[in-house]
């Protein structure tokens, strides 16, 4: 069983910058990929950020390139992901997740394990 936690985010004026924080326990995931996905009232949940661990490769949502980072730190089995330039529209819920991807990244389908989700609000 993998338990995912989830620690950051905030209230920050929109151009700001926070950073998220998901530290991951019970397996290894030397096949796995972690990110996060999000999601705003009324909305769907969407596509963010993940990076694998077999290859430290990075995929992000046009929406945030440029401005998110995600990154790792092995010896902790924790993810981070900074988010500069904040935007009223990046304002959601944060969830954090792990998964063995067999097709797409981008997919939630793929992920086995999610967090508990933060709150992110950006104030215009």
């Known amino acids: 069983q993998v338990h995912l936690v989830n620690s950051g985010g905030g209230l920050v004026q929109a151009g700001g910058s926070l950073r998220l924080s998901c530290a991951a326990s019970?397996?290894?995931?030397?096949?796995?990929?972690m990110g996060w996905f999000r999601q705003a009232p009324g909305k769907d949940r969407e596509f963010v950020t993940t990076?694998?661990?077999?290859?430290?490769?990075?995929y992000y949502a046009d929406s945030v390139k440029g401005r998110f980072t995600i990154s790792r730190d092995n010896a902790e089995n924790t993810v981070y992901l900074k988010m500069n330039s904040l935007k009223p529209e990046d304002t959601a819920v944060y969830y954090c997740?792990?998964?063995?991807?067999?097709?797409?990244?981008?997919?939630?389908?793929?992920?086995?394990?999610w967090g508990q989700g933060t709150q992110v609000t950006v104030s215009s």
């Open positions: 997740a792990a998964g063995y991807i067999l097709h797409s990244v981008y997919s939630d389908s793929e992920y086995d394990y």
């Open positions: 019970g397996r290894t995931f030397s096949s796995y990929a």
């Open positions: 990076i694998k661990w077999s290859d430290n490769s990075t």
